[in-house]
T-cell receptor, first 114, second 112 residues
Framework: GNSVTQMEGPVTLSEEAFLTINCTYT??????LFWYVQYPGEGLQLLLK?????DKGSNKGFEATYRKETTSFHLEKGSVQVSDSAVYFC?????????????FGTGTSLTVIP | EAQVTQNPRYLITVTGKKLTVTCSQN?????MSWYRQDPGLGLRQIYY???????DKGDVPEGYKVSRKEKRNFPLILESPSPNQTSLYFC???????????FGEGSWLTVV
């Protein structure tokens, strides 16, 4: 079945450090891939997405590239800020014809210290 | 503004006392769902609904009920809450064939 595996946290970085959060997936067909972010006390918000192989999603300085050959969608940011402290969830969705269900990873907590 | 609104945001209740967490969305989405978030387990889907009067079990439906009498509302019902249902709950909605989910702000539920 479909599943998402992301690196376990928590991750603690100094401000301006480089961030990578690994995400790999298992899916049949051609899913869409997402990163959602959950700031303290809030619900999940879409951070970025990619709907086909080799697409790069980007937002707020974060990037992730849909790699079908390695079934990965790693999240990167070149220089993190304190305001990036949050929990990050990798997710995939089935194509509409197969039900369009979403599958989430377990989340990776990021803390950025000044 | 596009919103998914859930209430209450915080609740402490006792074992066995029925409670309902309401969820409402203003985007005319067909699909709505409930998740619970627990440390180390991420988000797990409880129930989902693809339209009015159409509901189905997710991964962890035991101890929960839902109803979908109107398109905008999707309440989560705990008929007899138990301590293992202490969790953070999220309601979410999207278009049926859409690939972006919109989440509510979450409801912290503690059962003692």
């Amino acid at each position: 079945g479909n599943s998402v595996t992301q690196m376990e946290g928590p991750v603690t970085l100094s401000e301006e450090a480089f961030l990578t959060i690994n995400c790999t997936y298992t899916a049949t067909g051609y899913p869409s891939l997402f990163w959602y972010v959950q700031y303290p006390g809030e619900g999940l918000q879409l951070l970025l997405k990619a709907t086909k192989a080799d697409d790069k999603g980007s937002n707020k300085g974060f990037e992730a590239t849909y790699r079908k050959e390695t079934t990965s969608f790693h999240l990167e940011k070149g220089s993190v800020q304190v305001s990036d402290s949050a929990v990050y969830f990798c997710a995939l969705s089935d194509p509409p014809r197969t039900g369009n269900q979403f599958y989430f990873g377990t989340g990776t907590s990021l803390t950025v210290i000044p | 503004e596009a919103q998914v609104t859930q209430n209450p945001r915080y609740l402490i209740t006792v074992t066995g006392k029925k409670l309902t967490v309401t969820c409402s969305q203003n985007m005319n989405h067909e699909y709505m769902s409930w998740y619970r978030q627990d440390p180390g387990l991420g988000l797990r889907q409880i129930y989902y609904s693809m339209n009015v009067e159409v509901t189905d079990k997710g991964d962890v439906p035991e101890g929960y009920k839902v109803s979908r009498k109107e398109k905008r509302n999707f309440p989560l019902i705990l008929e007899s809450p138990s301590p293992n249902q202490t969790s953070l709950y999220f309601c979410a909605s999207r278009e049926l064939a859409g690939n972006t989910i919109y989440f509510g702000e979450g409801s912290w539920l503690t059962v003692v």
